[in-house]
C-alpha cells in the first residue's frame, strides 16, 4: 500500500478525488465482490465518486447504474446499510411529475424503495414502488447501466497504453449480458437478468411501464452476475433464496465468535459495527478465512494486514488466525524471485487477481516486498498456540514457521550486522517494505530520505517477538535445543537493538538504521510499537509512552505517525503525521504489557471519540492529524479504505489492553492484569469467550481503582486470575 511521488513510483499512486467517507458512499463485500454505490444505491459513472461500481476479482463489472421515475432522479428519504452489514437500503420518493408541466403525480405520492446485497460474485436488487396516492397512476421507471470492465488499478489511476476488446451486447426479453476479452485472453461478462421482464431491454438500459392502482406495491428484481472464463453461467437464485442463504453464511461466520456488550450505547455500536465491519472483510480460502486488507483500494489478501487482524481479533474469533495462518503457509515462498522480491522463507506482502497483475503490468500478482509480515507469521503461530492450546495446528504449521524462521537469519539481515533489512529488488516493487511504505516514510531529521538497506525499529521487535514465540513453539513440539537458540538470539538482539537505536534526545528509539548505520533521528509511532513486541527495555518504556501522548505526537483523536515537530510532518499525508487506528491499538497494547494504563485509556477514549464523530460509527484506515478542535470530528483522509480490516479490528485491541486480558488455552486460564476502563464504561460483559477447550461469559465492573470480575457462566474447565 503505497502513496509514491516521482515518475517511476507514481505508476501505483491513488488519485485522491472526494473522500469516501465524507461523499455518503456506501460499501458490500461478499467473498471475492464488492461494490461502492452512492446514498441513492447508483453507480455515478466518473468525476468526484468515480471509486464506485461492482467489482470482482480485481475488475469493475459495472461502472454505471442509474435509477429515474418518470425520465427524473428521486429525492433521497434514507439510505443505510444494516447493523450487520448485509443488506443496503434506500427510501426515496417520487418529486413532481412531469415536472414544470401539469402535474399528474404530486410530489411524495409514490415510495420507491431498494435493498441490495451480495451473495456469489453477483448484487441482488428488490425494488418496491408503492402508490399512497388516491388514484391510479401510470408512468415509466428506468434503470440505466454501463460496464467499463476497468482493473482497480485503472481506477485507482494507473495508466494503461493498450487494453481489451468490449463484445457486442447480447439481449434477451429479461436479460443482458455485456462482456470484455482481456489482453490475457479471459473473457470477464456481466448479465443482467431483470424479473418480471420490462417493457424495453436495452444495451444500456431496462424500462419498464408500471400500471400502479392506488395502495398497490409494485416489486421489481435486478440481478447482475459477475462471470469469468467460458463457464455457463450458473443460475442466479432470486432474490429471498439469496437472502436466506448470505445471511445463512453471516450467521455461521458469527455463531462461534464471542460477543460483547457495554453500559454505552455509543461503545456498543462502535463494537457491533466493527464486528460486523471485520465479517463482510473476510473471505472464505480454501485455507480457511482470511481478511482482505480494504475496500476499495485494497481488497485483496495482504499478508501483514492479515496476520494483525487476526492478531487483535484472536480473543473474539480465534478461527480466523488459524486460517491466516494456513493461508500464509500455503503461499510462502520457496525459491528466490528478484521480479517479485522473493525469497526462500518469506510471507506474501499482497495477492491480486485482474487483468493487470495476470499480465504484469502491475507486480503484484503475487508478491513478497514486505520485510514484516515473515516475523509477524511467527508471532501470529505464537499467539493462535497461547490462545487456544491446538497444537495440532502448530505441528501442521512448524515447517513453514521453521522457514520464516530461517529467513530471518539468512535473508533478513542482508548485511550481517544483527538487524532485519530491506532493499527493493524488484524493478518496479515497491520503496519501503515496512507497514509504512510511502515513497517518503523514512527520512532523517532533516527531511533528507534514508537509503537502503534500511532497518526499521518496529521490525526488530518482531523478529525478538518472533524468536521469543518460536521458542515457545519449539518447547512444545519437544526441540529443546533450537529453543535455546531462539531465546539466546532475541536476548542479544534486545540489547544491540538499545544500544543502536534509542536515542536520548529523542526520548525514545530512532524510526530506522540507514544504509550507512546511521540513526534516522525522528519521533514516529514506530517506536510506539517496539512497547508491542516488548523490545523497549522496561526502564525506557515510561519516558517513550510520555512522549507518544505529549502534544506534538498526540493530536487529541490519537498518535500521529509523525511528530509535529518534524521536517516532513504533514497532517494529510498518508504516513507522515496522519492517524492510524490499527497503529494506535498495537501500542496500546504495547502500553499494557509496561502497565502504563492512564496511557492506554488516554489512547482507548480518543479513538472511541473519534468513532463517535464517524458515519456508521466505523473507523477509517486512517484520518488525517491535524490538532484536535472543539465541536468538531478527526479530519477525514481522501482515499482511505472504509471499511478496513486492521481497523475494524482496532477497538478489539484497545478493549483487551484496558483489560490487560490475556488468554491462556493449554492451562485453561484467562488472565486481567491490572485491568482498567474508561469513565464511559461502567459495565462490559463478553459472552462466549473461548478459552483452548472450554468457553466462559463474564460481566466486568468499573470501580474507583480497579475492575470487577463476575464469572456469569462457564462450559469446560476455565480458570480466571486478576493482577491487581
Same mark, same amino acid.
Given at each position: 500500500m503505497t502513496k509514491p511521488a516521482d515518475d517511476e513510483e507514481d505508476r501505483?499512486?491513488?488519485?485522491?478525488?472526494?473522500?469516501?467517507?465524507?461523499?455518503?458512499?456506501?460499501?458490500?463485500?461478499?467473498? /471475492?465482490?464488492?461494490?461502492?454505490?452512492?446514498?441513492?444505491?447508483?453507480?455515478?459513472?466518473?468525476?468526484?465518486?468515480?471509486?464506485?461500481?461492482?467489482?470482482?476479482?480485481?475488475?469493475?463489472?459495472?461502472s454505471a447504474l442509474r435509477?429515474?421515475?418518470?425520465?427524473?432522479?428521486?429525492?433521497?428519504?434514507?439510505?443505510? #446499510?444494516?447493523?450487520?452489514?448485509?443488506?443496503?437500503?434506500?427510501?426515496?420518493?417520487?418529486?413532481?411529475?412531469? $415536472?414544470?408541466?401539469?402535474?399528474?403525480?404530486?410530489?411524495?405520492?409514490?415510495?420507491?424503495?431498494? !435493498?441490495?446485497?451480495?451473495?456469489?460474485?453477483?448484487?441482488?436488487?428488490?425494488?418496491?414502488?408503492?402508490?399512497?396516492?388516491? /388514484?391510479?397512476?401510470?408512468?415509466? %421507471?428506468?434503470?440505466?447501466?454501463?460496464?467499463?470492465?476497468?482493473?482497480?488499478?485503472? #481506477?485507482?489511476?494507473?495508466?494503461?497504453?493498450?487494453?481489451?476488446?468490449?463484445?457486442?451486447?447480447? *439481449?434477451?426479453?429479461?436479460?443482458?449480458e455485456l462482456a470484455y476479452t482481456g489482453?490475457?485472453?479471459?473473457?470477464?461478462?456481466?448479465?443482467?437478468?431483470?424479473?418480471?421482464? $420490462?417493457?424495453?431491454?436495452?444495451?444500456?438500459?431496462?424500462?419498464?411501464?408500471?400500471? *400502479?392502482?392506488?395502495?398497490?406495491?409494485? !416489486? *421489481?428484481?435486478?440481478?447482475? +452476475?459477475?462471470?469469468?472464463? /467460458?463457464?455457463?453461467?450458473?443460475?442466479?437464485?432470486?432474490f429471498a433464496v439469496a437472502h436466506a442463504r448470505a445471511a445463512e453464511r453471516l450467521h455461521e461466520l458469527a455463531a462461534r465468535d464471542c460477543t460483547i456488550e457495554s453500559s454505552s450505547e455509543q461503545f456498543d455500536d462502535w463494537i457491533r459495527r466493527s464486528l460486523a465491519d471485520l465479517r463482510m472483510m473476510i473471505t472464505r480460502t480454501p485455507a480457511g478465512l482470511v481478511p482482505h486488507a480494504g475496500v476499495p483500494w485494497f481488497c485483496a489478501p495482504f499478508g501483514r494486514d492479515a496476520i494483525v487482524t487476526a492478531l487483535a481479533a484472536m480473543w473474539v474469533s480465534p478461527d480466523l488466525a488459524r486460517g491466516v495462518l494456513r493461508f500464509l503457509a500455503a503461499t510462502q515462498a520457496d525459491r528466490a524471485d528478484p521480479a517479485t522480491d522473493a525469497e526462500p522463507g518469506k510471507i506474501v506482502h499482497e495477492i491480486r487477481g485482474g487483468e493487470m497483475a495476470t499480465l504484469g503490468e502491475i507486480p503484484f500478482r503475487r508478491y513478497y516486498g514486505s520485510v514484516d509480515a515473515t516475523p509477524l507469521f511467527v508471532v501470529l503461530a505464537a499467539a493462535y498456540h497461547e490462545h487456544t492450546g491446538d497444537g495440532a495446528t502448530i505441528a501442521e504449521l512448524w515447517p513453514q514457521?521453521?522457514?520464516?524462521? %530461517?529467513?530471518?537469519?539468512?535473508?533478513?539481515?542482508?548485511?550481517?550486522?544483527?538487524?532485519?533489512?530491506?532493499?527493493r529488488r524488484a524493478e518496479h516493487g515497491l520503496v519501503h517494505h515496512g507497514w509504512k511504505d510511502s515513497h517518503d516514510a523514512v527520512f532523517h531529521a532533516d527531511g533528507s530520505p534514508a537509503e537502503g538497506p534500511i532497518a526499521l525499529c518496529e521490525v526488530q521487535g518482531y523478529v525478538y517477538a518472533?524468536?521469543?514465540?518460536?521458542?515457545?513453539?519449539? !518447547?512444545?513440539?519437544?526441540?529443546?535445543?533450537?529453543?535455546?537458540?531462539?531465546?539466546?538470539?532475541?536476548?542479544? %538482539?534486545?540489547?544491540?537493538?538499545?544500544?543502536?537505536?534509542?536515542?536520548?534526545?529523542?526520548?525514545?528509539?530512532?524510526?530506522?538504521?540507514?544504509?550507512?548505520?546511521?540513526?534516522?533521528?525522528?519521533?514516529?509511532?514506530? +517506536?510506539?510499537?517496539?512497547?508491542?513486541?516488548?523490545?523497549?527495555?522496561?526502564?525506557?518504556?515510561?519516558?517513550?509512552?510520555?512522549?507518544? %501522548?505529549? /502534544?506534538?505526537?498526540?493530536?487529541?483523536?490519537?498518535?500521529?505517525?509523525?511528530?509535529?515537530?518534524?521536517?516532513?510532518y504533514n497532517p494529510m499525508s498518508y504516513h507522515n503525521g496522519s492517524i492510524w487506528p490499527h497503529d494506535n491499538?498495537?501500542?496500546?497494547?504495547?502500553?499494557?504489557?509496561?502497565?502504563?494504563?492512564?496511557?492506554?485509556?488516554?489512547?482507548?477514549?480518543?479513538?472511541?471519540?473519534?468513532?463517535?464523530?464517524?458515519?456508521?460509527?466505523? *473507523?477509517? !484506515?486512517?484520518?488525517?492529524?491535524?490538532p484536535r478542535r472543539d465541536g468538531a470530528g478527526p479530519t477525514m483522509y481522501p482515499v482511505a479504505c472504509s471499511p478496513q480490516a486492521w481497523a475494524a479490528t482496532a477497538p478489539l485491541l484497545l478493549l483487551q489492553a484496558a483489560l490487560g486480558m490475556q488468554?491462556?488455552?493449554?492451562?485453561?486460564?484467562?488472565?486481567?492484569?491490572?485491568?482498567?476502563?474508561?469513565?464511559?464504561?461502567?459495565?462490559?460483559?463478553?459472552?462466549?469467550?473461548?478459552?483452548?477447550?472450554?468457553?466462559?461469559?463474564?460481566?466486568?465492573?468499573?470501580h474507583p481503582e480497579d475492575v470487577g470480575i463476575h464469572i456469569l457462566g462457564r462450559r469446560g474447565p476455565v480458570e480466571i486470575v486478576a493482577v491487581k
Amino acid at each position: 500500500m503505497t502513496k509514491p511521488a516521482d515518475d517511476e513510483e507514481d505508476r501505483f499512486q491513488i488519485l485522491a478525488t472526494a473522500s469516501l467517507t465524507l461523499s455518503g458512499a456506501r460499501v458490500l463485500k461478499q467473498g /471475492d465482490t464488492f461494490a461502492v454505490f452512492d446514498r441513492f444505491g447508483d453507480i455515478r459513472p466518473s468525476g468526484a465518486f468515480g471509486a464506485q461500481g461492482l467489482y470482482h476479482d480485481g475488475a469493475r463489472f459495472l461502472s454505471a447504474l442509474r435509477l429515474r421515475l418518470g425520465g427524473q432522479p428521486l429525492p433521497l428519504l434514507s439510505s443505510t #446499510v444494516g447493523a450487520d452489514n448485509m443488506v443496503f437500503v434506500v427510501d426515496m420518493m417520487n418529486p413532481e411529475l412531469p $415536472p414544470g408541466g401539469d402535474v399528474v403525480v404530486h410530489h411524495g405520492t409514490l415510495h420507491v424503495a431498494r !435493498e441490495k446485497f451480495l451473495w456469489q460474485a453477483a448484487c441482488h436488487e428488490r425494488i418496491h414502488v408503492t402508490n399512497y396516492g388516491p /388514484d391510479a397512476v401510470e408512468l415509466e %421507471l428506468e434503470l440505466a447501466f454501463a460496464a467499463d470492465f476497468a482493473d482497480v488499478f485503472e #481506477v485507482r489511476g494507473t495508466r494503461r497504453d493498450r487494453r481489451g476488446a468490449m463484445h457486442a451486447p447480447v *439481449l434477451g426479453d429479461s436479460s443482458v449480458e455485456l462482456a470484455y476479452t482481456g489482453l490475457d485472453g479471459l473473457v470477464r461478462r456481466t448479465r443482467l437478468g431483470f424479473d418480471p421482464a $420490462p417493457a424495453v431491454c436495452a444495451p444500456d438500459r431496462a424500462l419498464y411501464r408500471l400500471h *400502479l392502482p392506488a395502495r398497490v406495491t409494485q !416489486e *421489481l428484481h435486478v440481478t447482475v +452476475a459477475c462471470e469469468l472464463g /467460458d463457464d455457463e453461467p450458473a443460475a442466479c437464485p432470486r432474490f429471498a433464496v439469496a437472502h436466506a442463504r448470505a445471511a445463512e453464511r453471516l450467521h455461521e461466520l458469527a455463531a462461534r465468535d464471542c460477543t460483547i456488550e457495554s453500559s454505552s450505547e455509543q461503545f456498543d455500536d462502535w463494537i457491533r459495527r466493527s464486528l460486523a465491519d471485520l465479517r463482510m472483510m473476510i473471505t472464505r480460502t480454501p485455507a480457511g478465512l482470511v481478511p482482505h486488507a480494504g475496500v476499495p483500494w485494497f481488497c485483496a489478501p495482504f499478508g501483514r494486514d492479515a496476520i494483525v487482524t487476526a492478531l487483535a481479533a484472536m480473543w473474539v474469533s480465534p478461527d480466523l488466525a488459524r486460517g491466516v495462518l494456513r493461508f500464509l503457509a500455503a503461499t510462502q515462498a520457496d525459491r528466490a524471485d528478484p521480479a517479485t522480491d522473493a525469497e526462500p522463507g518469506k510471507i506474501v506482502h499482497e495477492i491480486r487477481g485482474g487483468e493487470m497483475a495476470t499480465l504484469g503490468e502491475i507486480p503484484f500478482r503475487r508478491y513478497y516486498g514486505s520485510v514484516d509480515a515473515t516475523p509477524l507469521f511467527v508471532v501470529l503461530a505464537a499467539a493462535y498456540h497461547e490462545h487456544t492450546g491446538d497444537g495440532a495446528t502448530i505441528a501442521e504449521l512448524w515447517p513453514q514457521v521453521e522457514r520464516a524462521l %530461517l529467513w530471518i537469519e539468512r535473508h533478513g539481515d542482508c548485511d550481517g550486522d544483527g538487524f532485519v533489512e530491506y532493499g527493493r529488488r524488484a524493478e518496479h516493487g515497491l520503496v519501503h517494505h515496512g507497514w509504512k511504505d510511502s515513497h517518503d516514510a523514512v527520512f532523517h531529521a532533516d527531511g533528507s530520505p534514508a537509503e537502503g538497506p534500511i532497518a526499521l525499529c518496529e521490525v526488530q521487535g518482531y523478529v525478538y517477538a518472533a524468536y521469543q514465540g518460536g521458542a515457545r513453539l519449539a !518447547e512444545l513440539l519437544g526441540d529443546e535445543a533450537r529453543a535455546r537458540v531462539l531465546r539466546a538470539r532475541a536476548e542479544r %538482539l534486545r540489547a544491540r537493538f538499545d544500544a543502536a537505536f534509542w536515542c536520548e534526545e529523542l526520548e525514545g528509539y530512532a524510526l530506522a538504521l540507514d544504509g550507512g548505520k546511521r540513526p534516522c533521528r525522528v519521533r514516529t509511532s514506530n +517506536a510506539g510499537q517496539c512497547l508491542f513486541s516488548g523490545i523497549a527495555l522496561p526502564e525506557r518504556a515510561p519516558r517513550l509512552a510520555d512522549r507518544l %501522548l505529549a /502534544d506534538d505526537m498526540f493530536s487529541g483523536w490519537g498518535i500521529r505517525t509523525v511528530s509535529a515537530c518534524e521536517r516532513r510532518y504533514n497532517p494529510m499525508s498518508y504516513h507522515n503525521g496522519s492517524i492510524w487506528p490499527h497503529d494506535n491499538a498495537l501500542i496500546a497494547l504495547g502500553l499494557a504489557r509496561y502497565n502504563l494504563k492512564d496511557h492506554v485509556l488516554r489512547v482507548l477514549q480518543a479513538m472511541f471519540e473519534a468513532s463517535g464523530a464517524a458515519e456508521l460509527s466505523r *473507523l477509517p !484506515e486512517l484520518f488525517c492529524g491535524f490538532p484536535r478542535r472543539d465541536g468538531a470530528g478527526p479530519t477525514m483522509y481522501p482515499v482511505a479504505c472504509s471499511p478496513q480490516a486492521w481497523a475494524a479490528t482496532a477497538p478489539l485491541l484497545l478493549l483487551q489492553a484496558a483489560l490487560g486480558m490475556q488468554v491462556e488455552g493449554a492451562e485453561g486460564r484467562v488472565l486481567f492484569l491490572r485491568s482498567a476502563l474508561p469513565p464511559a464504561l461502567e459495565r462490559v460483559s463478553i459472552r462466549n469467550l473461548r478459552v483452548g477447550a472450554g468457553t466462559i461469559d463474564l460481566a466486568l465492573h468499573r470501580h474507583p481503582e480497579d475492575v470487577g470480575i463476575h464469572i456469569l457462566g462457564r462450559r469446560g474447565p476455565v480458570e480466571i486470575v486478576a493482577v491487581k
